[in-house]
C-alpha cells in the first residue's frame, strides 16, 4: 500500500479519534508524544491499545502509533502499552542515528513474540531529523538497517529547538532557511539510497489549503511520497497532489510508447525534447504508482 497521507490525531481525544476514521487519510498516526501532556499519558495508552483492538480491518487505513523518543523513560510502557493492539507500525521522534531504529527493531521483535504478532510485522517510520546529532549521523543508516524501516519523515519544528534557534525560516521569502533544506535534502536522499519512503513535513498553517497544495507538489518534484498531516481536511489535498493526474500518466505512457517503437535506441525525441534512460525510469515510476494508488481504492 503506498501511504500518501500519514494524519496525527492526538492519542487522548476521543473526538478526533472518532473523526479520524472516517477521514481520507491513508494512514492515522495515533499520537502519544507531544501532543500528549504527561499527566494524560496513562490515559492516552489506554484508548490508542482499546482503538486498535476496535480497528482490526486496516485494508483502507492504516494505524500507526508514534511513541516517546527512545531517550526518556515514557517511550517502552508506550509500546508494552499498545502493541496488544497491533499496530501497523511505530513511529519513532527524535532519533540521534540509526542505531535508535535497529534498537526499536529489537524491542518490537520481543513484543511480538509476547503478543503473537508475525514477526517482523510491526514497520517502522522515522522521524530522522529532530536531534542535532541525527544531521551528522545519516552515513549510519547505510552500514545495516533493520527491513521494519520502511518510511523516513523529517521535522523542522523540534529541530529548531535543538539547535537554539528563534525562528526556522528566512523572513526575507518565508522559506525554511539553509539547514533545515540541508535536514529535509539528507533525508530525501538517505531514505532513496536505502528504498524507503521519503515522506514530506508537516505543513503547520492548516487553514491554508492552497499553500499545502503547492508544498506538496514540490515535495512531490523533489522525490517526496507523501505528507503528514495535522488536521483532517489536510488529508484529501495531500491523496491528490500525490497521486499521478491522468495528463501526467498519458504522457508517462506515450514516453514509453515511443522507446517501445525505438528498440536499440538510449536516446529518443518526444514532441522536440530529447529523452533518455532516465525518462523512461521516470515514466515507468509514474505508471507503477498510478497503478498501486488505483489498485487500493
Ligand atoms: N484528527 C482528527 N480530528 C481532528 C484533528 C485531527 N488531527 N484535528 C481537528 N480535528 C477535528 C476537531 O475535533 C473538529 O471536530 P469536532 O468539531 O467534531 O470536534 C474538526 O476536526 C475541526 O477542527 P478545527 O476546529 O478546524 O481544528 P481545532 O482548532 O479543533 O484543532 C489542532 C487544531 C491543530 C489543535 C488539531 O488539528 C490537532 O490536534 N492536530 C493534531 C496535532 C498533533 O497531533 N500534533 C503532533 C504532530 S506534529
Ligand atoms: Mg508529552
Not at 521522534?93 to 526499536?104: E, G
Not at 533493520?146 to 528563534?166: I, N, P, S
Request: aromatic share 6%; net charge negative.
Amino acid at each position: 500500500m503506498i501511504i500518501r497521507s500519514w494524519l496525527f490525531v492526538p492519542g487522548d481525544s476521543e473526538r478526533k479519534l472518532a473523526k479520524g476514521r472516517d477521514n481520507p487519510a491513508d494512514a492515522l498516526i495515533l499520537d502519544l508524544e507531544d501532543s500528549v501532556s504527561d499527566d494524560r499519558q496513562e490515559i492516552a495508552r489506554g484508548m490508542v491499545c482499546d482503538y486498535l483492538k476496535a480497528h482490526p480491518d486496516r485494508s483502507r487505513q492504516q494505524l500507526w502509533v508514534r511513541v516517546n523518543p527512545l531517550d526518556t523513560e515514557l517511550s517502552l510502557p508506550d509500546l508494552a502499552a499498545v502493541m496488544p493492539g497491533a499496530p501497523d507500525g511505530i513511529v519513532l521522534p527524535k532519533v540521534y542515528s540509526a542505531d535508535d531504529v535497529n534498537t526499536m527493531a529489537n524491542y518490537l521483535s520481543a513484543l511480538e513474540a509476547r503478543e503473537g504478532l508475525t514477526p517482523g510485522s510491526t514497520r517502522i517510520h522515522c522521524v530522522a531529523t529532530e536531534t542535532a546529532a541525527s544531521l551528522l549521523t545519516f552515513h549510519t543508516y547505510l552500514d545495516g538497517i533493520t527491513d521494519r524501516l520502511v518510511a523516513m519523515t523529517w521535522g523542522g519544528e523540534d529541530l529548531a529547538a535543538a539547535l537554539g534557534a528563534t525562528d526556522n525560516r528566512n523572513p526575507a521569502t518565508g522559506d525554511y532557511d539553509d539547514v533545515y533544506l540541508m535536514a529535509k535534502s539528507l533525508c530525501l536522499s538517505t531514505a532513496r539510497a536505502i528504498e524507503v519512503q521519503p515522506v514530506g513535513v508537516v505543513y503547520v498553517d492548516f487553514r491554508d489549503l492552497d499553500g499545502l497544495q503547492t508544498e506538496c507538489l514540490r515535495d512531490r518534484r523533489a522525490g517526496f511520497i507523501g505528507k503528514i498531516a495535522i488536521h483532517p481536511a489536510q488529508a484529501e489535498v495531500i491523496n491528490s497532489a500525490f497521486t499521478p493526474a491522468a495528463e501526467e500518466v498519458a504522457h508517462a505512457q506515450r514516453v514509453i510508447d515511443v522507446f517501445e517503437q525505438n528498440p536499440g535506441l538510449g536516446t529518443v525525441g518526444l514532441d522536440g525534447k530529447m529523452l533518455d534512460m532516465p525518462h523512461l525510469k521516470q515514466a515507468r515510476n509514474v505508471l507503477a504508482m498510478a497503478a498501486q494508488i488505483k489498485a487500493q481504492a
